[in-house]
């Protein structure tokens, strides 16, 4: 076989030197850049989805059906300029931040018990499996009755809509973080807790930060939720108060100024607070790419 | 030829009768469990380490030399025989036996080259503050990684990690560095050079290590003693000196192809090629 091979002969070349070839980089030409924006790109779709809906609203013609885009946004202007939607705003995060607080500290309890001992795993096991599936907003009646009418019983069925979806994700993170770096972690000493905030926590980090992600949305909808069909109690109610006392006087820009509202806080939330935390911490780490 | 003399110097030898093994491994039988079964990695192996060895355990794959190392390590308890370090019997892991595992994802994806060597230092007592700065700076120095160290373990090559690995397995100066076929993830180039940096850090520091490989040529160019284990179960085959050159034997045999010989004879299929690397 081997005298079926063609017969070449060799050669050594020198290398070319760098000042010898042209251009190895070029800068990326502005559209290209503008492109590569992601906040331009985003606001681009959000522009589009306006538009969809003036058009498809200006062509409806029926403020009580769907108010146009402008009238919304008019009436969303008047509402913020007079405070009284920054007001309500501000009265629904602070029960939500509340109940996310509340519900982020009992979910990393449960899941630091659950990598500790294994009773405590099958408990957090046992206990997602029962009351993930469970509406929060279900919990509302029951928690009217064991906490009356008042912040308590929101800020209650807050942390059973974040602690489970929160806790569930903590937990998978947990058992997903590689051998090697649970032998490293082991290999210089540490151990209990200590093991658990220098190498479960920030190894686990993509999953935590995504179950903190769904939890920030649950707490949101089921705030909003809670507040429709509980209304008020202390005199100043949030958004879903807001929504809900609109809808009564037929103002319907305001409900969809409300709604859009609720809409801006997730908006602003993601892409500051959660977008700025994943740059910082897993994309710097190169735990996540894209 | 190796920039290095790697020569036996036989006056400065000890007399084996003279010296304590720092490193005793004693009839070690190590079972672990699989999903359905319990498997005996290892049947009563022992052997000695000394002080700055650099002692291989080589064998195919099923010869149970990493869950030896494991045992070192502490991660796993022998269910017969016993380890013991400077006369202290091994139970659990510690930062006097580091490991330097194969797999990039040993380093903290988290942490940057420096703060990787001095979480290592800091979380296990070793040093703290600025003295536990100062000697990973040297170690990341030592492994000409000083220009890395403010960056992160992503952006840097698998040969680079592994030298971050080493630098912090050495930066605790532990009585005993473990490597678990450190370059063996690595692309033959690479690894060549990487065995040459190893052999040039132990000529400046004379670290005992005990190092798991299943490639022969490296085994003969990495180790002063090499230990031979046979599969299914590990058992000891051999234990052979090495000076790092491949010598023949007064039979005519190189170092590399008796070992070769041990490991293969009697043996019809070659498992996992040996002779790479």
């Avoid at chain 1, 409806?60 to 769907?66: D, K, R, S, T, Y």
């Avoid at chain 1, 146009?68 to 300029?81: D, G, K, M, N, W």
């Avoid at chain 2, 030898?13 to 190590?30: F, G, I, W, Y």
């Avoid at chain 2, 380490?49 to 355990?57: N, T």
């Amino acid at each position: 076989m081997a005298n079926d091979t063609v017969l070449r002969p060799e050669y050594v070349r020198d290398q070319v030197q760098e000042h010898d070839f042209g251009v190895v980089q070029k800068p990326l030409t502005p559209w290209d850049r503008l492109y590569g924006n992601g906040y331009f790109r985003k606001g681009v779709i959000l522009l589009v989805l306006a538009a969809i809906w003036q058009a498809y609203a200006s062509y409806l013609n029926n403020p009580l059906v769907l108010p146009t885009f402008l009238a919304t946004l008019q009436s969303f202007i008047e509402r913020v300029a007079s405070g009284e939607l920054v007001g309500k705003a501000w009265v629904s995060i602070k029960v939500l931040l509340q109940g996310y607080v509340i519900g982020m500290a009992l979910a990393l309890l449960l899941t630091v018990l659950a990598v500790a001992t294994r009773i405590g795993n099958d408990l957090l096991e046992t206990l997602t499996a029962m009351l993930n599936p469970l509406p929060a907003i279900a919990l509302l009646p029951l928690a009217l009755i064991w906490l009356g009418l008042g912040n308590p019983s929101i800020v209650f069925v807050l942390i059973h809509a974040v602690m489970w979806p929160v806790a569930l994700n903590t937990h998978s993170g947990f058992l997903g973080v590689s051998n090697t770096l649970r032998m490293v972690g082991r290999n210089y000493g540490l151990s209990g807790l200590g093991y658990v905030r220098q190498i479960l926590i920030p190894a686990a980090f993509p999953s935590i930060l995504a179950g903190l992600k769904i939890g920030w949305a649950f707490a949101w909808r089921t705030l909003i939720a809670a507040e429709l069909v509980f209304g008020t109690s202390s005199g100043s109610g949030g958004l879903g108060w807001f929504i809900y006392e609109n809808k009564n006087t037929l103002d319907i820009p305001a409900v969809f100024a409300g709604l859009f509202t609720v809409i801006l806080i997730g908006l602003l939330v993601e892409s500051l607070i959660f977008r700025t935390l994943e740059q910082r911490t897993i994309r710097k780490w190169g735990m996540q790419h894209g | 030829m190796p920039p290095f003399d790697r020569t036996l110097d036989k006056g400065a030898a000890m007399n084996l009768s003279d010296a304590q093994p720092l490193l005793q491994v004693r009839d070690v039988t190590l079972q672990y469990k699989t999903r359905d079964h319990l498997v005996t990695a290892t049947y009563r192996v022992s052997f000695d380490v000394y002080r700055s060895d650099r002692f291989v355990l080589l064998g195919p794959s099923g010869c149970g030399k990493s869950t030896l190392l494991k045992a070192v390590g502490g991660y796993l308890p022998p269910v017969e025989g016993d380890i013991t370090l400077k006369g202290q019997a091994v139970t659990r892991p510690g930062p006097d036996r580091v490991m330097v595992f194969q797999e990039f994802d040993q380093l903290l994806p988290w942490k940057t080259v420096r703060q990787n060597v001095v979480f290592a230092l800091e979380s296990s007592g070793r040093l703290k503050g600025k003295a536990a700065d100062e000697r990973a700076m040297a170690y990341i120095e030592k492994v000409n990684l000083a220009r890395f160290a403010d960056s992160f373990p992503h952006t840097l090559s698998g040969g680079m990690k592994q030298r971050v690995a080493i630098a912090r397995g050495m930066a605790m100066e532990p009585d005993v560095l473990l490597m678990d076929e450190p370059f063996a993830a690595l692309d033959a180039l690479t690894r060549r050079k990487m065995q040459d940096e190893l052999m040039q850090l132990w000529e400046d520091t004379r670290f005992t290590v005990l190092f798991v490989t299943h490639s022969i040529p490296e085994a003969v160019r990495i180790g002063n003693r090499i230990l031979l284990l046979s599969p299914h179960p590990g058992q000891v085959k051999a234990e052979l000196n090495s000076d790092g050159q491949d010598r023949t034997d007064e039979r005519g045999l190189r170092l590399s192809d008796r070992i070769h010989h041990m490991l293969f004879s009697g043996q019809g299929v070659e498992e996992e090629a040996v002779v790479h690397g």
